[in-house]
């Protein structure tokens, strides 16, 4: 099956009172690009999150987006610094009497001092928060897939109608240099006896040129080749991702040929067909860079 580069997947899985949403975006890319984007205390799960994704898709700059959102009636885990707190209210003693502070030391006073509680949240913990991330990540990774096989089915759609109509162009390539081939002879004993008019010509010489320029003029290796190459581009479309460089390159061979014959052709119609060959290969070249 052909697939798209371009999709968009999202998922979700809850637990212990959160909720994990993974969002996917992919374009096109030559290789497998890969960003995640990840809450701090979460930065040891972005190896594991590559790693899954490469292991499911070849080519794509994929950008992965994880939040977090916590359920009602959640709650953190809550510690308290009981010797920090101790050695607070010790201090404050101390300060008390070297000052001869009638104030009494309060709770009030205590709880507003640094870090003697710590808010410890489950999105703190990767190993116990990689579950959740690996099914939210699945479930992205399942309807960005759909997506891209969706986009990938049109393309191939498109792709095959316009290989008809290259091989529709280049049959009529193939014919028209095969015309020019037998003309050649004519055309060229009338333009000899045109110029050298009652000079005597040696028939010998004169087929043996002819015949040499009929070799150059030859143009069936390119016609042929060309063929090839779009029975190859149809066979890959069957043959499903991934193909996408594969399509590149045998894009530009054919871009080769079709070049090479129009030099050695250098006839009008077949010039004209050449522009409309490579205008539609340059069209299959653009659906083929969102190809995986």
């Not at 909720?19 to 701090?40: A, Q, T, W, Y």
């Not at 191939?156 to 009529?172: G, N, V």
């Amino acid at each position: 099956m052909l697939l798209s580069m371009t999709g968009y997947g999202r998922g979700e899985s809850e637990g212990e009172g959160i909720r994990c949403i993974i969002e996917l975006f992919s374009v096109n890319h030559r290789f497998c690009d890969i960003s995640v984007r990840l809450p701090k205390s979460l930065l040891a799960l972005e190896m594991r999150i590559r790693d899954y994704l490469k292991a499911r898709i070849r080519r794509g700059k994929i950008s992965v987006i994880v939040n977090f959102r916590y359920m009602e009636g959640y709650m953190p885990e809550i510690t308290l610094n009981r010797p920090l707190a101790k050695r607070y209210y010790e201090m404050l003693n101390e300060l008390k009497d070297e000052l001869k502070l009638l104030d009494e030391i309060r709770l009030d006073i205590l709880i507003k001092l640094p870090d003697l509680f710590k808010v410890t949240e489950i999105t703190e913990d990767a190993e116990r928060i990689w579950p959740l991330v690996e099914k939210a990540l699945e479930e992205a990774v399942i309807g960005m897939m759909e997506m891209r096989e969706r986009e990938g089915a049109f393309l191939a759609k498109d792709l095959r109608e316009r290989l008809k109509s290259l091989a529709l162009l280049s049959d009529e390539v193939e014919r028209r240099c095969l015309e020019l081939r037998k003309a050649i002879p004519q055309k060229l004993r009338e333009r000899v006896e045109e110029i050298l008019k009652d000079v005597i010509v040696d028939e010998d010489r004169l087929l043996a040129e002819i015949a040499l320029f009929q070799e150059r003029k030859d143009a069936t290796e390119e016609i042929v080749r060309f063929k090839s190459h779009l029975e190859q581009f149809s066979r890959m479309l069957d043959k499903g991702s991934p193909i996408g460089r594969k399509m590149d390159f045998l894009i530009q061979e054919m871009l080769r040929e079709i070049n090479t014959l129009s030099s050695k052709a250098g006839e009008v119609e077949i010039s004209r067909l050449v522009v409309e060959i490579k205008a539609e290969l340059e069209r299959i070249r653009e659906q083929v860079q969102n190809i995986e």
